[in-house]
């Protein structure tokens, strides 16, 4: 497992943790937060701050089916709908020029994660570094074979995956044309507890998948990401940061906030220099756990959030399947991006909602 590089910044286990620190919607939709945010992500010793890259219309559908609203009670967001919480939750596109400019200003490395392949060409055009695709997205197959075009380096966070879907999501990345390539152990709930990190699983992770690995992290505070470095060897870390929690906003309830994050950066290095320790030294730490792939008992609710086949308009029956009445977007309860192709030129074998979660059983062979 080589090391390699994103802009000026070496990552592997021969250099100190890689710390990315993730901006999300934090910005609470003012600009001069973003630009806060970042300049505090700098001040606190992060190498890299990470945008998400969507509109609300590139992510999922202006629909009011129930599909399209959250409906986990014990959800940050239950309740809400999904195109009102994106619209709420974006990063603007034309604030990325001025994010960028300002990051790299400050010694940042500053890229973003995509969600569709037009959010992909737009970031081509800001020169990013590099390309992040979120847990949610590990399985949009098309997506990441997309940003792996580029020839960038990829990094592939896993909450939810199965070790079949990992391998798919690497192989995507490698036949996109990717050569560096790091996954992220996650936990996809948020905030995650300690006790469903299952940190042992990034040491399962090294010997699997032959590609380097880190963490993407969700619990509160930083003592479950310094175990990872310390005792798993994760070579990067990406937490959520903002300017205080307390002034709340989509994620502010498990982000950190500046000395939080500057802590991080001190621990972490700290423990990658003073040497990597056995898993099993960790063993009675909560956050150790088990070898486990494919989500907690908890996290399953947050499948729904992955992305699938949707039917963006109205469909009459035996008419073709195209690009402008299919998709791929959130919510992820139809079928899996990767039958995307296959159903595009086939004919619905009888009339097709907007919204309906999609099967193969409702188009025809030919």
């Known amino acids: 497992m080589s090391g390699f590089k994103i802009g000026k910044v070496a990552i592997g286990a021969d250099h100190a943790p890689f710390i990315i620190a993730e901006m999300s919607g934090n910005h609470n939709h003012s600009f001069e937060r973003a630009i806060k945010i970042v300049e505090a992500a700098a001040h606190a010793g992060a190498q890299a701050i990470k945008l998400q890259t969507y509109t609300a219309d590139t992510i999922t559908l202006n629909c009011n089916a129930p599909d399209f609203v959250i409906n986990d009670p014990n959800s940050l967001w239950a309740g809400r ?11 603007p596109w034309e604030w990325h020029a001025p994010i960028f400019k300002r990051a790299r200003e400050l010694g940042l490395e500053v890229f973003s994660s995509p969600f569709d392949e037009t959010a992909v060409d737009f970031l081509e055009n800001l020169n990013a570094p590099a390309y992040k695709i979120a ?3 590990c399985t949009h197959l098309p997506l990441i074979r997309k940003a792996a075009s580029t020839r960038k380096p990829i990094i592939i966070s896993t909450g939810l995956a199965s070790e079949d879907e990992i391998f798919e999501a690497i192989a995507a990345a490698r036949d996109g044309g990717a050569k560096d390539i790091m996954i992220l152990k996650c936990t996809s709930d948020y905030p995650a507890r300690p006790e469903d990190a299952n940190l042992v699983t990034i040491d399962d992770m090294q010997k699997k998948f032959g590609v380097l690995v880190g963490l993407s992290d969700h619990t509160l505070g930083v003592d479950t990401a310094v175990q990872a470095v310390k005792y798993y060897g994760a070579v990067a870390i990406e937490k959520h940061i903002t300017i205080d929690p307390e ?7 498990f982000s950190l906030g500046p000395k939080e994050l500057q802590a991080l950066v001190e621990k972490t290095e700290f423990a990658w220099k003073t040497g990597r320790k056995s898993p099993q030294d960790n063993a009675d ?7 486990h792939y494919g989500g907690t008992e908890k996290e399953q609710n947050s499948k729904a959030f992955r992305q699938s086949v949707q039917i963006r308009k109205p469909i009459k029956k035996s008419e073709k399947l195209t690009a402008d009445n299919i998709c791929i977007r959130r919510p992820g309860y139809g079928l899996a991006p990767k039958y995307y192709d296959q159903m595009l030129g086939k004919k619905a074998v009888r009339d097709l909602a907007m919204g309906e979660r999609t099967n ?6 030919s």
């Open 81 to 91: 709908k999904l195109y009102e919480l994106y619209d709420e939750a974006h990063t």
């Open 360 to 365: 193969l059983k409702m188009i025809s062979e």
């Open 135 to 137: 847990s949610f997205e």
């Open 247 to 253: 002034e709340g906003g989509v994620d502010a309830a």
């Open 285 to 291: 730490s909560p956050a150790h756990g088990k070898v």
